[in-house]
């Protein structure tokens, strides 16, 4: 059980509970870094916390680690997050044990949990998306999508070295640099232009038919001058 009076993020919050204040799913805290966090990773910065103190506390006085460390794992693995009650806290002894080395290496503190997601954009050659680009701009598509996988088995060389058979770079990470918005427009444009070359062609036409109507095909033949006569 959770006690009343609990630190979140380094400051202290009442509950009325006995636990942690439900937030809504969208709330973020400020921590005491002064970083804005999502409720849920502040509530399991806390829990975590609470569960490595009482392990600590625990194994001064019965018990061994790994028996509390199965201890905890089996009270809070499974637990939904009460600011955020779609996710649930994974905390299987493995897991527990991980996360205890990491709380004492960063100085027993809640911000030794702290959840630090890596940027998973790869490089991108710059050739690759021009060409694409490029090519979406040559016809129109249906969607994003079927332009990407119609582009993608072209295959070819968008850097230096060989011609490569497969992409370097996933339908995800394409529309991270040329998004869905920036497709619409470019077949917006297309279609606009394509509306205006039949518009086009179609006023070529009529012109053309009213003049062939109006004006005869050929040149009428002018007479024949006669040759001047001389008499003797």
């Known amino acids: 059980m959770i006690a009343r009076s609990e630190i979140l993020c380094g400051k202290p919050v009442q509950c009325t509970h006995g636990g942690l204040r439900p937030r809504s799913p969208a709330a973020s805290v400020q921590s005491a870094a002064g970083s804005i966090l999502p409720a849920w990773q502040a509530e399991r910065e806390s829990i975590l916390q609470h569960v490595c103190t009482r392990i600590a506390s625990r194994g001064k006085f019965s018990g061994s680690l790994s028996s509390n460390i199965l201890r905890y794992s089996r009270l809070y693995h499974g637990r939904p997050f009460k600011s955020h009650p779609a996710l649930k806290l994974h905390l299987q002894p493995g897991t527990l044990v991980n996360l205890w080395y990491r709380w004492r290496r960063g100085g027993e503190v809640p911000s030794a949990f ?108 002018r007479p024949a001058r006669k040759a001047a006569g001389y008499e003797i």
């Open 114 to 221: 702290r959840l630090r997601y890596a940027p998973q954009h790869l490089p991108v050659p710059a050739a690759l998306l021009i060409r694409f680009v490029e090519f979406c701009a040559c016809a129109r598509w249906p969607s994003l999508r079927d332009a990407w996988t119609a582009f993608e088995t072209r295959g070819g060389r968008f850097s230096r070295g060989r011609a490569v058979s497969r992409l370097p770079i996933r339908y995800e990470q394409l529309r991270y640099w040329f998004s869905g918005g920036d497709f619409n427009d470019l077949q917006n444009q297309l279609k606009a232009r394509h509306e205006a070359e039949t518009e086009l062609g179609r006023l070529r036409l009529s012109f053309a038919t009213k003049i062939r109507a109006c004006v005869p095909a050929k040149e009428p033949r």
